[in-house]
């Protein structure tokens, strides 16, 4: 474990050493494989899907636009988990500096949360365009479209900046096992050498209320869309769904 000395004559972790599926080479061999071709698979998957949206303007409409922005997050999301375990199951080497934990968490924390906050935003697209299809033109217009994941982005990021400052400034003396295979909140923050309860109720009280908005925001929607295909005649609700 790499240490550096601070002032105060205490240690300071500088590296993390991420969990390890086994230490079998030819299982490790039989992981890597495994990993990249699911890496592959979902990179290409989401890839096409964002080049036909943007290649055909035929589908430059809000709900298709919001697919290629859940497409382009499946990626980040991956490229910032993924690799890591492959390098860990091709080389053996655990180690992760203190600096890039810190951006696999602040990253994977921004990509969740926009991920939340679109899928919530989906929901009202689509709770607009079945419950007010006369106005849906002028309700979710491409501006607005736009507006709304850029407010996505922007609010996550700011998110996740609290989040990992929160962390970033605590005190990390060892051991330096993560048990995990990426870097996450919640297992970086049992490595603290400190009482952290405070910090463990703000990241659990925080994913509590954001959960409750997100999920009430969504259910609101599809019941809202689910009341007024049932009060409509059938023919009309095929045309809705």
């Not at 602040?106 to 935003?121: H, K, P, Q, R, S």
């Not at 365009?129 to 996550?156: E, T």
Request: proline share 3%; with cysteine; hydrophobic share 50%.
């Amino acid at each position: 474990m790499e240490k550096r000395k601070e002032p105060s004559n205490t240690t300071r972790v500088t590296e993390f050493l991420l969990l390890n599926f086994s230490d079998i080479d030819e299982l490790q061999m039989l992981l890597f494989g495994f990993l990249l071709l699911i890496y592959l698979i979902a990179l290409i998957e989401n890839l096409l899907l964002i080049s036909v949206v943007i290649l055909d303007c035929q589908l430059h409409k809000p709900m298709y636009i919001f697919l290629a922005n859940l497409s382009i997050l499946d990626v980040c999301f991956i490229s910032v988990t993924v690799p890591k375990s492959m390098n860990i199951s091709l080389t053996q080497i655990r180690s992760i500096s203190f600096s890039g934990c810190m951006v696999q968490i602040f990253l994977g924390l921004t990509f969740a949360i926009v991920e939340f906050t679109l899928l919530a935003v989906m929901a009202y697209d689509r709770y607009i365009a079945i419950c007010y299809p006369l106005h849906y033109q002028l309700l979710m217009s491409k501006i607005k479209c736009f507006c709304m994941i850029a407010v996505c982005w922007v609010s996550s990021i700011i998110y996740s900046t609290l989040h990992t400052l929160n962390i970033l400034f605590l005190p990390f003396c060892g051991p330096n096992n993560i048990d995990q295979i990426f870097c996450e909140i919640s297992h970086t923050l049992k490595l603290v050498c400190a009482n952290t309860y405070g910090n463990e109720m703000a990241v659990f009280m925080c994913g509590i209320i954001f959960g409750i908005i997100f999920s009430s925001s969504v259910i609101a929607s599809y019941v809202r869309i689910f009341l007024t295909i049932k009060n409509i005649p059938s023919a009309q609700a095929d045309k809705h769904l």
